[in-house]
């Protein structure tokens, strides 16, 4: 009997001997040469849509939206952040006007990118669809009967028994099919199949990058973002009004906001103290109550990074920090017309902050003119003493605050209809308090301390209470969950259809000329791999079990019939009744 063999590449002449056994092991359509002379305008377009849907395109395709969206990541976008483009128009003067007509400003948005997104989904779906009816219609067919000569197949086995071959092919058929083999008898031989599920991956995982593609077109879409700096004992109703800077998709329409609102009662934050993570945040969490709706009930809950609030399709994170002194205006009188923590902006990890406190109404001057107020603030939460000649902070946490202002007096230019920013003070309209020396009046305040302004024009007061404030950013991005599911989905389907290996086996069963059952097995996978040979050994060595073999018959000078009227002449000699 003779053992399991590999060949190596089969000829033209063996792969035509297969027939329909060697075909459809994978949905991959059949390209016909185009006979160029023969085409007409109608032989074109079905050529060039065969090219736009075949997968070297869409993967092409793929490659190239990825190389396209480079650009958005290294250039300024308006949809991002105006304020960085209008710089970089300012400091290139060359690149801009390219940059414009480019559209390298709005890449996402741009004509020649949304070509390569459109592109890549006509050619993904016109490359699925007939992949998909044509998977199906294998699922719902039969494997192909053996072929002629299955000693031609790379990996094949024949032995000789004397169990009759219709017990050879049910104890076959039985025992593909408990190796979960989709087996049926044709003819003399046994047909089986096994591996659909690379195809299906390979199917699952260009449909799940059609989704993708679709959740992070619809995400944008209807997408919104918005950033909000809340002062600890105040709140936030989610309204366009509400927010400090806010940006959406060109879908967007104000009903998309969820309805709710939520209060900051407060803001936690504590730090390493030593080491070489001094500094660093170890708790870092804002305590908010919240409602849903117009009547919602009210609930309580903590926001940490990377862990928001979700609202319906909004979730709310935690983004900044900061501190905002309580600081108290009086006019020459001594009377109130200032009284409120002011939010200050950090410019390092220690939270050194600065910032402008704004009177604008209810101040007179000694002369009862009325005037506006404005003074520079710069914040240290741990102030590093006079002796470091430095307002920057030392520590984030509140180990020794201290708040330096200089004030000015004159018009803020609040009411000349120009949007102004609450962080910075326009001073063209506004004149200097001088201090005894004619210079610029200034002062360093801690906590409880109070600086007279010249000429008796009031008072400034730094309250004890030094209040936190937190930054939260809302996002809704409808369509992430389906982003996530096809994330998931492809990697399975991509997993599948590079780990299983679509295969068939087929086991003959025949009489010979002296009465003895011959078997003959054979198996054939998609691309040369040691797993169609080892399966196919251990299949037989099962089966040999179930039918041993019988011994040779005496050679002879007579004896020279074969069932194959062609012998493999590199087939291995049979020796005895070994076992495959």
């Not at 071959?165 to 047909?191: I, M, N, Q, S, T």
């Not at 709310?316 to 006019?331: C, Q």
């Amino acid at each position: 009997m003779s053992k399991t063999t590999t060949d190596g590449a089969s000829t033209a002449a063996d792969d035509q001997d297969l027939g329909a056994a060697g075909s459809q092991l994978s949905t991959a359509p059949t390209e016909d040469a185009p006979h160029l002379p023969a085409l007409g305008v109608i032989g074109w377009a079905r050529w060039f849509w065969r090219q736009l849907t075949s997968m070297r395109v869409a993967l092409l395709l793929l490659l190239l939206l990825s190389l396209a969206a480079i650009p958005g990541s290294l250039i300024p976008q308006t949809g991002v952040d105006e304020t960085k483009v209008a710089d970089f128009r300012e400091r290139h003067d060359v690149l801009a006007p390219v940059y414009d007509k480019l559209g390298l400003f709005h890449v996402y948005s741009s004509v020649w990118f949304s070509a390569i997104y459109i592109l890549l989904f006509i050619s993904l779906i016109g490359c699925i669809l007939p992949r998909t009816w044509q998977f199906v219609g294998q699922l719902r067919g039969r494997p192909p009967g053996a072929p002629r000569r299955l000693t031609r197949l790379p990996a094949h086995t024949t032995w000789r028994t004397g169990t009759p071959p219709e017990e050879v092919r049910e104890a076959a058929l039985a025992l593909l099919k408990k190796r979960r083999f989709r087996a049926h008898v044709v003819g003399d031989a046994v047909a089986a199949e096994k591996g659909y599920l690379r195809e299906a991956g390979n199917l699952l995982f260009h449909i799940a990058l059609i989704v993708m593609l679709i959740a992070f077109a619809w995400g944008q879409l209807f997408k919104s973002e918005g950033n909000k700096l809340i002062v600890e004992g105040d709140g936030f109703s989610n309204t366009l009004t509400q927010y400090d800077d806010f940006k959406s998709g060109n879908l967007f329409t104000n009903d998309d906001l969820e309805p709710f609102s939520f209060d900051v009662k407060e803001f936690t934050g504590t730090y390493e103290r030593t080491g070489p993570n001094k500094g660093t945040p170890r708790t870092y969490q804002s305590e908010v109550t919240y409602t849903e709706g117009a009547d919602g009930e009210e609930k309580t809950a903590v926001v940490k990074v990377n862990k928001p609030l979700e609202l319906g399709d909004a979730k709310v994170y935690l983004v900044s920090h900061g501190y905002a002194p309580v600081v108290t205006v009086r006019d020459g009188k001594g009377e109130i017309v200032f009284q409120d923590a002011v939010p200050l902006l950090p410019l390092d990890a220690n939270v050194t902050s600065s910032g402008v406190v704004k009177v604008l109404d209810g101040y007179r001057n000694p002369e009862g003119k009325k005037e506006q107020l404005g003074f520079n603030a710069f914040f240290v939460p741990t102030f590093g003493g006079s002796e470091s000649g430095t307002m920057l902070s030392q520590f984030p946490a509140l180990d020794y605050p201290v708040l330096a202002l200089s004030a000015y007096h004159g018009d803020l230019k609040a009411d000349s209809g120009i949007p102004q920013s609450v962080y910075q003070m326009d001073k063209t309209k506004m004149k200097e308090f001088k201090d005894s020396e004619g210079e610029l009046f200034k002062k360093l305040l801690t906590p409880g301390e109070t600086m007279t302004l010249p000429d008796g024009a009031g008072s400034v007061t730094f309250e004890k209470d030094v209040k936190e404030w937190a930054g939260f950013q809302v996002v809704q991005e409808p369509g992430g969950g389906w982003a996530l599911g096809g994330a998931v989905v492809a990697i399975a389907g991509l997993a599948g259809s590079l780990f299983i290996q679509r295969r068939r086996v087929w086991v003959r069963a025949v009489e010979g000329p002296d009465g003895v059952t011959v078997v003959e097995m054979a198996g054939l996978g998609r691309s040369e791999s040691a797993k169609v040979p080892e399966e196919l050994g251990d299949l037989a060595g099962i089966l040999y079990d179930r039918a041993p073999g019988a011994p040779d018959p005496a050679p002879g000078p007579s004896d020279s019939t074969d069932l194959d009227p062609d012998p493999d002449p590199e087939a291995v000699p049979s020796e005895g009744a070994e076992k495959p």
